[in-house]
Each structure stands twice: as structure tokens, then as C-alpha cells.
């Protein structure tokens, strides 16, 4: 049975830093591309970043660019999400999803397989 298990969100203060991890168990880590994508109430599940099998080549999104860093670590099943001069707007549900394509970090969430439950980012102003 595949889990992805998000964990590290909370509240932080604005220009403050978070880093989440999702810990995979039940597929072959490394055979995935990992990607980020968030959803605040009312609002369309938005895609955040996305890294490659191997690490060597990530996408992010356009709010996120310059803010956020995708990585992983493959020995230990687990992708990250630093997060950094984060902002009111960046409150949200975050959630890892996992893609069995190969190919280049794809930034379309119908393109992922697997998904954990979520963790809470809330940023106070």
C-alpha cells in the first residue's frame, strides 16, 4: 500500500521560513517524480514545485520562484519543500504527490499517482 505522509507545516509569522517532508513508503522512491501542490479554501488546487527522479532538474511555480526549493533524498524516501520569505498568500493545504511517468517534473496534477493527506501552512500577516 503506497503512503505519502506530509509533515512540518504550522503558523508562522510572514517572512518567516517553513520546511515540509513527505516520507513515501510502498513504492520504489526513486522511480518517481515528486511534486508539491497546495489548496486554500475556496480557492483550485495550485501547483507549488516538482523534482526529477534523480534531483537533478526541478520546476517550480510562478508565485513560489525564488522562495521555495524542492529536494529530496532518495536513500531516505523522503521529499522536502523549504519555504522561505513565505506570505499571508502562501496559506494553505500542502500536499506531495508522487508520478510514475519519468520524463521532466511535470507541473499538471491529473499527471500524479499517488497523494498524501496534506499539512497546514498558515501565515499570519
Known amino acids: 500500500q503506497v503512503q505519502l505522509v506530509e509533515s512540518g507545516g504550522g503558523l508562522v509569522q510572514a517572512g518567516g521560513s517553513l520546511r515540509l517532508s513527505c516520507v513515501a513508503s510502498g513504492l520504489t522512491f526513486s522511480r518517481y517524480v515528486m511534486g508539491w501542490f497546495r489548496q486554500a479554501p475556496g480557492k483550485e488546487r495550485e501547483f507549488v514545485a516538482a523534482?526529477?527522479?534523480?534531483?537533478?532538474?526541478?520546476s517550480y511555480g510562478d508565485s513560489v520562484k525564488g522562495r521555495f526549493t524542492i529536494s529530496r533524498d532518495n536513500a531516505k524516501i523522503t521529499a522536502y519543500l523549504q519555504m522561505n520569505s513565505l506570505k499571508p498568500e502562501d496559506t494553505a493545504v500542502y500536499h506531495c504527490?508522487?508520478?510514475?511517468?519519468?520524463?521532466?517534473?511535470?507541473?499538471?496534477?491529473?499527471?500524479?499517482?499517488?497523494w498524501g493527506q496534506g499539512t497546514q501552512v498558515t501565515v499570519s500577516s
Open positions: 504527490a508522487a508520478d510514475l511517468r519519468g520524463g521532466p517534473p511535470g507541473v499538471g496534477a491529473a499527471l500524479y499517482d499517488y
Open positions: 523534482i526529477s527522479r534523480t534531483g537533478s532538474s526541478a
